[in-house]
Each structure stands twice: as structure tokens, then as C-alpha cells.
């Protein structure tokens, strides 16, 4: 596989696992100060995983922050092996292919469509459901130097600490814990979403560059409800609360050592199970700095 494909999957895991449906009011802001009781500070941002300009042009409070920060936190670590990795675990190994678990019409849908982002059938015929569901997810990226992987290169280039808050086999066993039968769904949830995710996308973006979480989450709703309800259910719980969970738990030896800069999507940030919460639970400070 050669390495375009590889920088693309990485992308798909970062999309799909942050642009789901989150059903609580937000919270104004993206790059928020946390305290510790300990007199420690950190800062947390939302991100949103694209590669447009608008997104990985960095605003200067957040070069600030991220600039007097010693170490680095994302979602995963960013590294060639997790990028390996990441395009290894979008293809099934079972023996059966995509073709004998979708219907023949499905199949040559998602061929067709998957063939116009560079992925040849042979390699469509591998692929797992939920992977296919993701890449149909997404538009087709430009630069492949998303907002994450960005700040990642950032704190490398600069020799700041590098952690990944999951890895690359954790993020996918939330997918792979989702049925397959439902994993289907997707596919078909995708497929009738993608000939509007460039509008959906942009949509996200505008509200992204406006500091919106609450109209981020709107839109995100919105996409969701069109799609199986099932589906959604089974994201939440996967995704959203037991992610979030662990994430939590990762960020806390951060949080302790203090001048840490953590970024994860910016759905992971609000509602009752969002990040904000627990981390307001557990008896640290929160103020919104940009």
C-alpha cells in the first residue's frame, strides 16, 4: 500500500471517531486553561480533524499556549508506525470479503465512489464495513496535513514530550465492538450522506472557526438522525462515553506534570459525558481562553 493511502486511513480514524452525535448543550470555546487543585496549569483543545486552511491556520492564543507547553498529547501518537498501523487494521484478515457481506448492488456503489478516492477494488474488497463507512465519510483531502498531525509535527520538530491518549488498536476496537451487522448500516448511512459531505464539512468548518460548539453539535446531530438510530446508539456508547473515559484517565498523568498541551476532536469536548464535564468532576478549574 502505498503511502498517500496510508496518510489517507490515518485521516479516516480521526474523522470518524470525533464526528458523532453528542446530545447535551455545549460550551462556548475551544481552547480552554485547566487548574489542578495542585496549582498546575494545561490547556485542552478541540480540534477539528481537516485540512483546510481555515482549521490549520493557528490562531495566536492558541500558538501561545501551545508554544510555553512542554509536552504534546493527542488522540493517538502520530508516528510512522501508528500510521503503519492504522492502514493495517482497515482491512480484514478473516478470508472473507466486502463483497460476500453487502448486497451486489451496495458492493458496486461502494467500488464506484471508493475508486474516485483512490482506492483501487482490490483493496475494497479488504476493507472492513465500518472502515468503507469512514472513507465515505469524508471528503477528498487536499494537503493530507490535518489540524492534529500539524500540532504533532509541531511538537516534534520543536522536542516537546510526545503521548497518544489511545492507540491505534484501542480506537479501532471501539469500532470492531460494534456489530457487523450494524457496521452495514453505516456503510449504507454513508453512502447516502456522501454526495453532501463536502457542504456538511464546510458547514462544520464555518461553525469550527466561529468557536461554535453548539452549532458544531447541531450539525452533527443533524447528519446523524438522517442516518439508522441503532447505529447512532452504538456510536455513543463506544465512541463517546467509554472513549472519553480512557482519555480522561490518560490525560491525568499530564495534567499532573503540568505544561501540557492535549488536543482531541472538538465533539469530545462537550455534554454530560464530554470531557469538559468529567474534568470539572474530578475538581479541576476550567476557563475558556480562545
Not at 117 to 131: C, F, N, T
Request: a positive charge.
Amino acid at each position: 500500500m502505498n503511502q498517500h493511502i496510508r496518510s489517507r486511513f490515518l485521516i479516516l480514524f480521526f474523522v470518524l471517531f470525533s464526528s458523532l452525535p453528542v446530545s447535551a448543550v455545549a460550551k462556548d470555546g475551544l481552547l480552554w486553561r485547566i487548574d489542578s487543585v495542585a496549582g498546575q496549569h494545561s490547556y485542552l483543545l478541540g480540534t477539528i480533524h481537516s485540512d483546510d486552511q481555515r482549521v490549520t491556520n493557528l490562531p495566536a492564543a492558541v500558538t501561545k499556549a501551545f508554544t510555553e507547553s512542554k509536552s504534546f498529547s493527542g488522540e493517538i501518537d502520530m508516528g510512522m508506525e501508528t500510521l503503519m498501523r492504522a492502514g493495517e487494521l482497515m482491512f480484514s484478515t478473516s478470508g472473507t470479503t466486502l463483497d460476500k457481506k453487502i448486497s451486489p448492488k451496495m458492493y458496486r456503489e461502494v467500488v464506484r465512489k471508493l475508486v474516485d478516492y483512490g482506492i483501487p477494488e482490490m483493496l475494497v474488497q479488504r476493507m472492513k464495513p465500518w472502515a468503507v463507512a469512514a472513507t465515505l465519510s469524508l471528503p477528498k483531502p487536499t494537503t493530507g496535513v490535518f489540524l492534529d498531525l500539524k500540532l504533532y509535527q509541531m511538537a516534534s520538530s520543536s522536542q516537546k514530550a510526545l503521548y497518544g491518549l489511545e492507540t491505534i488498536e484501542e480506537q479501532t476496537g471501539a469500532m470492531e465492538a460494534i456489530p457487523e451487522h450494524l457496521q452495514i448500516k453505516m456503510i449504507a448511512d454513508a453512502l447516502k450522506l456522501n454526495p453532501t459531505i463536502d457542504q456538511i464539512i464546510d458547514s462544520l468548518i464555518v461553525a469550527y472557526t466561529s468557536r461554535d460548539l453548539d452549532r458544531i453539535v447541531q450539525i452533527s446531530d443533524e447528519a446523524m438522525k438522517l442516518g439508522d438510530q441503532s447505529v447512532n446508539k452504538a456510536f455513543e456508547r463506544e465512541l463517546i462515553v467509554k472513549r472519553n473515559q480512557l482519555m480522561l484517565s490518560r490525560m491525568k498523568p499530564r495534567l499532573k506534570e503540568g505544561h501540557a498541551f492535549i488536543a482531541v476532536g472538538a465533539l469530545h469536548l462537550p455534554g454530560e459525558h464530554g470531557l469538559l464535564s468529567l474534568l470539572k468532576k474530578q475538581g479541576y478549574r476550567l476557563t475558556s481562553v480562545f
